[in-house]
């Protein structure tokens, strides 16, 4: 059996990640699926013979989201994923500053009859003469909201199109709906005025969503935000391990000393140290005495004293006196490196209770559309007004779309793990 970890692309929320893992476990030969979401991983145990790298890859293009196989892991690779994930957050931080600079006037307005209001917001907005001045107002606010937000309708419709809704569906569903209903309520506002109606005026007035659709789709985007700040601090806890190694070793090749990266080290180079450095690979000591500080791997804080004959670990720290050392153990063999490798698995991996999370979070999605489309429908036909109707089945899409489920457990056990690994405490 083979282990192997992908780069998993397109995923939005814990239905999505169940979505690839299904696909992938479906295929003969895969043995162990774990999809993490915050970390946008896979990793899968699978028989050679049976399956390729490529038939799994295939399986996720074809639940219509993107994976690549993830390469050796090295200090440029770790600088551009934390890179990746600045940019992702400034992006969020951006699209949720004019969220709520388009938002916070739009429930204003809504609310105003409700609020302590200077006289222009009265004279704008209140009484049957300026209903479509209120309506009309807060639907042009929420158009920047929208369209800042896009992608939950664009994600959401398109997973709902291919049979397989997630969260962004329950987003997308709710946000749209209630602009549409309030579009409509626009336009029966506007009827009721050139015919004389004025009951429906005051009836439509009174069942505006504008401010919901706006409302929805920006508190998803807080909960988004810190969702990747936290998947950002999580990284630098790891990046913070991979500094450890230094990106160049000065070894002795046919007598001369030469500078060379580390990737190029191989088993029986003689590494030279000098104070102040940090050794590039696991090894034995064959000249020289130094002290060395191994706070790093070990956690003891005092300086170890190190003479010919001793081991020397990679990722440690040369404090004093100039050392020559075999290695033994280069690249992904090396401590540091099974390290890095050991925390970053720990938190691809899934606790029995994120997997049961998952599993509820398969069918969340589907169960909640149905439950809306049958309490709407319910309350219509016992004789409920189609507002009244519609309100029921917008407030249930609404109220399931934080997705807490399946957040919460795997954030919990990503921060866990890349705070212990931050202070030295490693957990499998």
Same mark, same amino acid.
């Given at each position: 059996?083979?282990?192997?970890?992908?780069?998993?692309?397109?995923?939005?929320?814990?239905?999505?990640? &169940?979505?690839?893992?299904?696909?992938?476990?479906?295929?003969?030969?895969?043995?162990?699926?774990?999809? =993490?979401?915050?970390?946008?991983?896979?990793?899968?145990?699978?028989?050679?013979? %049976?399956?390729?790298?490529?038939?799994?890859?295939? &399986?996720?293009?074809?639940? /219509?989201?993107?994976?690549?196989?993830?390469?050796?892991?090295?200090?440029?690779?770790?600088?551009?994923?934390?890179?990746? !994930?600045?940019?992702? !957050?400034?992006?969020?931080?951006?699209?949720? %500053?004019?969220?709520?600079?388009?938002?916070?006037?739009?429930?204003?307005?809504?609310?105003?009859?409700?609020?302590?209001?200077?006289?222009?917001?009265?004279?704008?907005?209140?009484?049957?003469?300026?209903?479509?001045?209120?309506?009309?107002?807060?639907?042009?606010?929420?158009?920047?909201?929208?369209?800042? =937000?896009? %992608?939950?309708?664009?994600?959401?419709?398109?997973?709902?199109?291919?049979?397989?809704?997630?969260?962004?569906?329950?987003?997308?569903?709710?946000?749209?709906?209630?602009?549409?209903?309030?579009?409509?309520?626009?336009?029966?506002?506007?009827?009721?005025?050139?015919?004389?109606?004025?009951?429906?005026?005051?009836?439509?007035?009174?069942?505006?969503?504008?401010?919901?659709?706006?409302?929805? @789709?920006?508190? +998803?985007?807080?909960?988004?935000?810190?969702?990747?700040?936290?998947?950002?601090?999580?990284?630098?806890?790891?990046?913070?391990?991979?500094?450890?190694?230094?990106?160049?070793?000065?070894?002795?090749?046919?007598?001369?000393?030469?500078?060379?990266?580390?990737?190029?080290?191989?088993?029986?180079?003689?590494?030279?140290?000098?104070? /102040?450095?940090?050794?590039?690979?696991?090894?034995?000591?064959?000249?020289?005495?130094?002290? !060395?500080?191994?706070?790093?791997?070990?956690?003891?804080?005092?300086?170890?004293?190190?003479?010919? /004959?001793?081991?020397?670990?990679?990722?440690?720290?040369? %404090?004093?006196?100039?050392?020559?050392?075999?290695?033994?153990?280069?690249?992904?063999?090396?401590?540091?490196?099974?390290?890095?490798?050991?925390?970053?698995?720990?938190?691809?991996?899934?606790?029995?209770?994120?997997?049961?999370?998952?599993?509820?979070?398969?069918?969340?999605?589907?169960?909640?559309? @149905?439950? &809306?489309?049958?309490?709407?429908?319910?309350?219509?036909?016992? /004789?409920?007004?189609?507002?009244?109707?519609?309100?029921?089945?917008?407030?249930?899409?609404?109220?399931?779309?934080?997705?807490?489920?399946?957040?919460?457990?795997?954030?919990? +056990?990503?921060?866990?793990?890349?705070?212990?690994?931050?202070?030295? +405490?490693?957990?499998?």
């Amino acid at each position: 059996m083979t282990k192997e970890n992908f780069d998993v692309t397109g995923m939005s929320c814990s239905a999505c990640s &169940a979505r690839v893992e299904k696909a992938v476990a479906k295929i003969v030969g895969a043995d162990n699926v774990s999809v =993490n979401l915050l970390t946008n991983s896979m990793q899968v145990r699978f028989d050679e013979a %049976k399956i390729s790298v490529a038939q799994i890859v295939d &399986a996720v293009v074809n639940a /219509g989201y993107g994976a690549t196989l993830k390469g050796t892991r090295n200090q440029e690779l770790g600088t551009r994923e934390e890179r990746t !994930i600045d940019k992702e !957050i400034s992006q969020m931080q951006t699209r949720l %500053k004019w969220s709520i600079i388009f938002l916070l006037p739009t429930v204003y307005i809504a609310m105003h009859s409700m609020l302590p209001t200077p006289q222009i917001i009265s004279e704008l907005f209140d009484g049957r003469a300026n209903a479509v001045t209120f309506a009309f107002t807060q639907f042009l606010l929420i158009l920047p909201i929208m369209y800042l =937000n896009r %992608k939950y309708y664009v994600n959401g419709f398109k997973t709902l199109a291919a049979g397989a809704p997630n969260m962004d569906s329950l987003v997308g569903l709710g946000s749209m709906a209630a602009a549409a209903f309030g579009a409509f309520a626009l336009f029966r506002i506007g009827q009721g005025l050139g015919t004389g109606d004025f009951a429906l005026v005051d009836e439509y007035s009174r069942n505006l969503y504008f401010e919901s659709a706006g409302m929805i @789709v920006t508190l +998803i985007t807080v909960g988004k935000y810190f969702e990747a700040r936290a998947k950002g601090k999580t990284s630098q806890a790891v990046e913070k391990l991979m500094n450890l190694a230094p990106k160049t070793a000065t070894v002795l090749r046919g007598g001369q000393e030469v500078m060379i990266p580390v990737e190029e080290l191989v088993i029986g180079d003689e590494i030279l140290i000098k104070p /102040g450095e940090s050794f590039a690979a696991d090894g034995v000591i064959l000249d020289g005495a130094t002290t !060395i500080d191994e706070s790093a791997i070990t956690g003891e804080s005092l300086p170890v004293n190190k003479t010919v /004959g001793d081991n020397v670990t990679s990722g440690t720290l040369n %404090k004093s006196g100039f050392v020559k050392f075999r290695a033994a153990k280069v690249g992904g063999e090396t401590t540091i490196s099974k390290i890095i490798a050991l925390v970053e698995e720990a938190s691809a991996s899934k606790a029995p209770i994120a997997k049961t999370a998952d599993k509820v979070a398969g069918i969340f999605v589907p169960v909640v559309i @149905v439950i &809306a489309l049958i309490a709407g429908t319910t309350w219509l036909i016992s /004789g409920a007004s189609v507002e009244f109707a519609f309100s029921i089945a917008v407030s249930i899409l609404v109220i399931s779309c934080p997705c807490a489920l399946g957040l919460a457990t795997p954030v919990a +056990i990503m921060v866990g793990t890349g705070k212990g690994a931050e202070h030295g +405490i490693l957990i499998k």
